[in-house]
Nanobody
Framework: QVQLVESGGGLVQTGGALRLSCAAS????????MGWYRQAPGKQRELVAR???????NYADSVKGRFTISKNNAENTVYLQMNSLKPEDTAVYYCNAVLLDYTRVQRNYWGQGTQVTVSS
């Protein structure tokens, strides 16, 4: 069993900043990818950013230059620094982890989601 616990969401004005954190714990042998997705009302869930075990990163075009993903391997934690926030960034943000458990089976896990609201 693996748990992903997110924190850091909230309400911020346009142009403001927030930092999301996600800590993974449990039956973890190795984390291959950690990332953040978001889902706005009436829209599909979309990738925001992800980081691999070798620190390669990918970002959605809409957040490039404003958001930065990073991680702490020792603590199995991933962060998303969000700057210059816009109203269109308003969504529920979900942490995602693709990892190997101790049986060496690769599994995909999701956090419970944290609300980010950007007011205009």
């Amino acid at each position: 069993q693996v748990q992903l616990v997110e924190s850091g969401g909230g309400l911020v004005q346009t142009g403001g900043a927030l930092r999301l954190s996600c800590a993974a714990s449990g039956n973890i042998f190795r984390i291959n990818i950690m990332g953040w997705y978001r889902q706005a009302p009436g829209k599909q869930r979309e990738l925001v950013a992800r980081i691999t075990d070798d620190y390669s990163t990918n970002y959605a075009d809409s957040v490039k230059g404003r958001f930065t993903i990073s991680k702490n391997n020792a603590e199995n934690t991933v962060y998303l620094q969000m700057n210059s926030l816009k109203p269109e960034d308003t969504a529920v943000y979900y942490c995602n982890a693709v990892l190997l458990d101790y049986t060496r089976v690769q599994r995909n896990y999701w956090g419970q989601g944290t609300q980010v609201t950007v007011s205009s």
